[in-house]
């Protein structure tokens, strides 16, 4: 079964990088079908789609973030990573790594739900000077 986990450094300034790191481990990033996502859900709101790389190493991004994100791998490591630019008082979050399949993408880059997937349990960021 596989399992995901988020890492982070803890707390970022405004205008800073954050860098999260999901470590996969009971099945390969690199496995045919599969996309790996990174979701996150502010205080009060409803989860929000970041973005994914898909087993091919092709990312993609939603469009209301796409100017301030990356997500890269290391297949070496079995972990992907995000890397979200100038955050702001809008970024605290928690933030979580999820593996969607085929069947299952569409779902949950339109709307996620713990339903659908596979997820980690999701790490707390907070943006603080």
């Known amino acids: 079964q596989v399992q995901l986990q988020e890492s982070g450094p803890g707390p970022v300034k405004p205008k800073q990088t954050l860098s999260l790191t999901c470590t996969v481990s009971?099945?390969?990033?690199?496995?045919?079908?599969?996309?790996w996502n990174w979701i996150r859900q502010p205080p009060g709101k409803d989860p929000e789609w970041i973005g994914y790389?898909?087993?091919?190493?092709?990312?993609y991004y939603s469009p209301s973030l796409r100017s301030r994100t990356s997500i890269s791998r290391d297949t070496s490591k079995n972990q992907f990573t995000l890397q979200l630019r100038s955050v702001t008082p809008e970024d605290p979050a928690v933030y979580y790594c999820?593996?969607?399949?085929?069947?299952?993408?569409?779902?949950?880059?339109?709307?996620?739900?713990?339903?659908?997937?596979?997820w980690g349990q999701g790490t707390q960021v907070t943006v603080s000077s």
């Open positions: 999820v593996r969607a399949d085929m069947s299952l993408i569409e779902r949950i880059m339109a709307r996620p739900t713990t339903h659908f997937g596979s």
């Open positions: 009971g099945g390969s990033i690199t496995s045919s079908g599969y996309y």
């Open positions: 790389i898909a087993s091919s190493g092709s990312p």
